[in-house]
């Protein structure tokens, strides 16, 4: 079957995926493999933006979020899995283009500036909970509090976030997209920002130098949300996810330590499901949903057993999606696919920067 064009998208190695990921990219991703020439990206060095640190579990990182792919439906035979670092050629557009994009673009994006307090206030009130000066709950209630509430050290923050490459991150993910000549890219709500960077950095660049680049669309991935356990975006980096594979163990504190309506205080007070986390959940497990709605804002379930009851509806999707994730975990495996899909993705990309050398007469 001809595939209706080419499709680019890409996932910063977190690990083991998290409930978010799915909902929020996978699940838009299995459903395009069959309709579209696929890129599907590891953004390592996208990784290396904010978490430049510390390097010790990326290769650990990398394996466990293919073998989530694997395991969730994406299929290497029918798409194209790489390793961004394995590509060259993504840096070499990552220079060019960074040529020709004005600073005030970046500075301007509103994902660089949100991302800068939010993470600036998690490493500060991690750190805080580490010294012992808080505790759990405060941390928790910290990361609830809006942006404008807390102001973390700003010097600190400036040193480690404000580098030159999470500044260019946009850059790169413009390179990224470019490479393959995509003209379409699965992006959640949150990453529209960068992605008309994207279109503006491409339109300048075929404005100098011809028609090089094919401009990137969104699609944007109308999927279901799923908030954190804290009740924000699930974010791996504000440390609120459910993995896509947790075991009763692991699952059943973070279940019991999920965000309710505060004010349902007791049992039969009326709740308000709408901002609740464990009613979000059940929404995506339980089949009995629309009766918990209508029972949580009589007043006629409690937290406690409403909670117990999401873990039991958990239970059999979770053990299913273990059991499969380990038939993949073989040695050797996901390199192997790693290696064969960057090396066709190198190719593509190779395609593209002969035309890109060739306009900018750098050959
Ligand atoms: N920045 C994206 C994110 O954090 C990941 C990403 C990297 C990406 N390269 C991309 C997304 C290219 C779309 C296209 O979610």
Not at 94 to 104: N, V
Not at 309 to 315: A, E, H, I
């Amino acid at each position: 079957m001809a595939k209706k064009g080419i499709v680019m998208s890409g996932m910063r190695p977190t690990g083991r995926l998290h409930l978010g990921n799915y909902y929020g990219a996978l699940e838009k991703w299995i459903e395009l493999q069959d309709e579209y020439e696929c890129f599907f990206g590891v953004a390592d060095w996208h990784m290396l933006t904010t978490g430049y640190e510390n390097t010790a579990r990326l290769n650990e990182d990398v394996r466990d979020m293919v073998l989530d792919w694997l395991t969730a439906g994406l299929d290497p035979e029918k798409c194209v899995f790489f390793r961004q670092s394995f590509v060259p050629q993504n840096a070499e557009l990552t220079l060019l283009l960074g040529m020709i994009t004005p600073i005030s673009w970046l500075e301007n994006n509103p994902t660089y500036k949100e991302q800068l307090q939010e993470l600036g206030k998690t490493k500060l009130s991690k750190a805080l909970e580490g010294a012992g000066v808080i505790s759990k709950e405060i941390r928790q209630k910290v990361a609830q509090a809006p942006l404008e509430a807390i102001k973390p050290d700003p010097k600190k923050n400036r040193l480690e976030l404000r580098t030159s490459g999470f500044l260019s991150y946009p850059v790169m993910q413009t390179a990224d997209i470019a490479v393959y000549g995509a003209g379409l890219v699965p992006v959640g709500q949150d990453q529209l920002p960068h992605l008309e960077i994207s279109r503006e950095i491409v339109r300048r660049f075929n404005g100098v130098y011809g028609d090089v680049l094919v401009e990137p669309k969104p699609i944007v991935t109308q999927n279901r949300k799923v908030p954190g356990i804290d009740s924000r975006k699930m974010s791996k980096s504000y440390g609120n996810g459910i993995d896509l594979f947790e075991t009763v163990d692991s699952l059943s504190p973070k279940v019991m330590d999920m965000y309710t309506d505060p004010m349902k205080i007791r049992k039969d007070d009326p709740g308000h499901p709408e901002g609740c986390v464990v009613f979000a959940m059940h929404k995506l497990y339980s089949d009995f949903a629309d009766r918990r709605e209508v029972e949580c804002k009589a007043g006629q379930i409690g937290c406690f057993q409403c909670k117990k009851d999401l873990l039991g509806s958990m239970d059999g999707p979770f053990a299913e999606f273990r059991e499969k994730r380990a038939k993949y975990d073989k040695p050797g495996l996901v390199e192997e696919i790693l290696e064969a899909g960057s090396a066709k993705a190198r190719d593509s990309a190779e395609a593209t920067m002969e035309r890109v050398r060739k306009a900018m007469n750098l050959r």
